[in-house]
């Protein structure tokens, strides 16, 4: 396994221990399972960020691609520093 691999491993359990099981992703807030989990830079590579722990997060790989493909992400207008998150789906209960 990579270096960066062991890290992602190494946050998402944390997060996971720390939230009951829980990962949400940096970008639009919905859980994360370990499979599909990707470690985000923050504050990116290209606008000084660094890869220090304090300066990654958890994102689902879609994400992390759309918001590279997008060059930005959205400001929470609520929230000044932090990623505006899309609102979650509405759960259904399941039919008897």
């Known amino acids: 396994m990579s270096r960066l691999g062991h890290t992602r491993d190494k946050i998402y359990k ?7 099981g829980v990962v949400p992703c940096w970008v639009c807030g919905q859980h994360v399972t ?26 689902h790989e879609v994400c992390n691609g759309q918001r590279h493909a997008a060059g930005r992400v959205p400001a929470s207008p609520a929230s000044p520093g932090q990623v505006q998150r899309r609102k979650a789906a509405p759960q259904q209960a399941d039919a008897p």
């Open 14 to 20: 944390t997060v996971a221990r720390q939230l009951h």
């Open 34 to 59: 370990q499979q599909a989990a990707t470690l985000e830079h923050i504050q990116p590579l290209s606008e000084g960020g660094n890869s220090h722990v304090e300066n990654l997060a958890i994102s």
